[in-house]
């Protein structure tokens, strides 16, 4: 049994226009589950539903087998950390830790023994007298954990806790969020738009768009293997294009490329491919590779243009399916723009993906 | 580099600020029997006569309560609207905070004329009623916005944080919202005080037989005597504001809300 349920939940703002739509999620003891979408895609909407400050017009929400549907927000023993940490500006950072421990009537000696380890965990011990004013931003975030967790709570929800830290500061924190996370045990649902973060964090992703779960799985998984083209799109995917499916058997399919035929393994939501089937499929820049001369195999191309980025170059190629975005070597071969190209898959890495609509 | 033409203007806009002032202070001092610059020789008797003026006296104890009242009952009234203007947005908050901002906008000689009519329309008030109210009513949208201002300062979140960590709605509300609104509050308080307290265009058709505020019973004053007593007075008040705005300065601050 999952240690959080989400059971059926929908939740609608405006008559007849869902926000979310029959969402289903089961968070294990201990897991680190990740709601990743566009704003607007419902995740916060989860978390807030869970935390109690939105009641759903169906579903349940379920922590160790028990209803928290009808239970008030300040009963559910939830943690929550917020985008702007919502940290207490009157109070130290002392007291804002404190603040939960107070609220449970927990013994004098026992908070400030609490507050202390709670502190120590996150590198503040020495802050304990600060305002939140006179601390850094990461800092500030470092407390919203402290305050969350020094109660410890039934599950731990965090929403968007990075997006207001400059980038470096962001993968030290994600990493100390994941620590934290890990040494306490705590069952955690982590909203987040960025995929990256959901990547490096998380036990498992949920991929969520207009309210719906469009995937979910192990972060490599969802990574290599998107199940549909929006996850494609949002996994970084930089390439699409539409084929004719030549012949199909139950994990691979053939379609034509310049004068050969390729193979990849193709996804599905609604049943298996047909042979003269159109299939989208999908490559990312660094999944396929540029060639010339009159030898050269491969789909035969024009060279646009090319950026310098570092190691890499990405070239904008025009064939006769559509313009791709490929990274090659900056030190190796050099195309110029106009040049004639071959461009050669990696077939392994690409996905054809087959939806009812759209085709 | 701050250069030679912004000092000339500085020197020039002080002058005109500080300048009516200045002449008013020295005036009061002045022995002559009406108001006159350069003031000739020395005497404090024009303060010892607004001492024993009770025209003064009783309209100064008047403003006084009224000041108090309205204050602390327009700041009790705009607390609430001030804070649902805030955290929700409803239909129609962009009318209500506009409509609440009119008292501001139309002239006081206008709300006060208007006010005037509706009281007599309304019958036997007395006069100290009808200034309160009309007091009350000018310093409301004064409330609404300082509070407001304080609590846009304000993680809305907050809130939720406190009731996440186990606190109820008024609990959450009362721990950590009011105790960051008191500087707002408290700015507020101020602000209001000093604009009743100075207020003449409402006080000037409410007031009545006997019920005066002072600076309405100044005025009238003035009609009769142009001796330096009103300097004198002057003096007095803008002391009496100076220490009262530079000391909520000191301790809370206010400058950063209004």
Same mark, same amino acid.
């Given at each position: 049994?999952?240690h959080? /349920? ?14 979310? +739509? ?7 003891q201990g ?30 929400i379920?922590? @160790? ?7 008030p *927000? ?6 929550l950390?917020?985008?702007?940490y ?8 002392? @007291?804002?830790?404190?603040?939960g421990?107070?609220?449970? !009537?927990?013994p004098?000696? $026992? ?9 120590k965990m996150v ?19 470092? #407390?919203?954990?402290?305050?969350a ?20 500061l962001?993968v ?6 994941r ?6 045990? =705590? ?26 779960i469009?995937?979910?799985? &192990?972060?490599? !998984?969802?990574?290599a ?10 996994m ?5 294009f539409?084929a ?17 035929? =390729? ?16 299939? $989208?499929?999908?490559?990312?820049a ?5 060639a010339?001369g ?22 904008l #190629?025009?064939?006769e399916?559509g313009?791709?975005?490929i990274?090659?070597?900056?030190a190796?071969?050099?195309? +110029? ?18 939806? $009812?609509t759209?085709? | ?24 202070f ?5 022995? @002559?029997?009406?108001?006159?610059f *350069? ?11 607004v ?32 804070y649902?203007?805030? !955290? ?7 009318? #209500? /905070?506009t ?18 009519n ?18 009350t ?15 846009r ?6 809130e ?9 709605r008024l ?12 500087a ?5 308080f101020?602000l209001g005080? =000093? ?7 409402v006080?000037?058709?409410?007031s ?14 003035l009609?009769?005597?142009?001796? *330096?007593? =009103? ?11 100076v220490?009262?705005?530079?000391? &909520?300065e ?6 950063q809300?209004?």
């Open positions: 049994m999952p959080l /349920e989400i059971r059926n939940l929908t939740v609608s703002y405006e008559k007849n226009r869902p926000t979310l +739509e029959q969402f289903s999620l089961g968070v294990e897991e680190l589950v990740s709601l990743l979408g566009p704003s607007g895609c419902g995740k916060t909407t989860t978390l807030r539903s869970v935390a109690g400050f939105i009641q759903p017009d169906a579903g349940q379920l922590i @160790n087998g028990r209803d928290y549907t009808q239970l *927000p300040n009963r559910r023993d939830i943690g950390v917020f985008q702007s919502a940290l207490f500006p009157h109070l130290t950072v002392f @007291n804002n830790v404190a603040f421990l107070r609220m449970r !009537r927990i004098k000696g $026992e908070i400030s023994e609490r507050v202390t380890t709670a502190l590198g503040l011990e020495a802050f304990a007298n600060r305002r939140p004013a006179q601390l850094s931003g990461g800092q500030q975030q470092r #407390v919203a954990l402290a305050r967790t020094v109660i410890e709570p039934q599950v731990l929800l965090l929403d968007e806790p990075l997006s207001n830290l400059d980038a470096r962001r030290d924190m994600r990493q100390e969020i620590r934290l996370q890990q040494q306490l045990g =705590i069952t955690t649902l982590y909203v987040t738009h960025d995929q990256v973060e959901a990547m490096s964090i998380s036990d498992r992703v949920v991929v969520m768009n207009q309210g719906e469009e995937q979910i799985g &192990a972060p490599e !998984r969802i990574f293997a998107p199940e549909t083209a929006f996850v494609a799109d949002f970084g995917f930089d390439n699409r539409k004719a499916v030549v012949s199909a058997r139950t994990d691979k399919l053939q379609l034509h490329w310049g004068g050969d035929a =390729i193979e990849l393994r193709w996804r599905s939501r609604s049943g298996s491919p047909q042979p003269g089937a159109r299939a $989208e499929i999908f490559f990312r660094d999944n396929a590779s540029l010339a009159p030898d050269a195999l491969g789909l035969a191309g024009q060279v646009i243009l090319h950026t310098f980025h570092g190691n890499e170059l990405r070239y #190629v025009e064939t399916v313009e791709f975005s990274l090659q070597d900056s190796g071969q050099r195309f +110029e723009p106009g040049a004639a190209v071959k461009v050669q898959p990696q077939p392994q890495k690409w996905i054809a993906i087959f939806e $009812e759209g085709q | 580099m701050v250069s030679r033409w912004m000092y000339t203007s500085l020197v020039i806009l002080y002058c005109f600020l500080l300048g009516p002032f200045v002449i008013i020295m005036a009061s001092f002045g022995a @002559n029997a009406t108001m006159a *350069p003031p000739q020789g020395f005497t404090l008797d024009w303060f010892a006569n001492f024993e003026t009770s025209q003064f006296i009783d309209s100064f104890w008047i403003s006084l309560q009224l000041a108090l009242l309205s204050t602390i009952v327009s700041l009790i009234m705009g607390m609430p609207v001030a649902a203007l805030v !955290r929700f947005q409803f239909t129609g908050s962009g009318l #209500v /905070e409509v609440f901002s009119a008292p501001i906008l139309v002239p006081g000689l206008v709300i006060g004329f208007a006010m005037l509706f009281f007599v329309l309304l019958g036997d008030m007395q006069v100290m009623t009808g200034l309160f109210i009309g007091h009513a000018i310093l409301f949208p004064y409330s609404v916005r300082v509070i407001s201002a304080s609590l300062n304000l993680d809305p979140y907050v939720d944080a406190a009731v996440s960590l186990g606190a109820r609990r959450g509300f009362l721990l950590v919202v009011l105790p960051n609104m008191q707002g509050i408290a700015a507020a101020v005080f =000093i604009t009743s307290f100075n207020n003449v265009p006080s000037l058709f409410l009545g037989p006997g019920v005066t505020t002072l600076p309405v019973s100044m005025l009238s004053y009609e009769y005597y142009f001796d *330096p007593t =009103i300097a004198a007075l002057s003096t007095l008040l803008v002391a009496f504001t220490v009262l705005v530079q000391s &909520a000191r301790l809370l601050g206010l400058s809300f209004v």
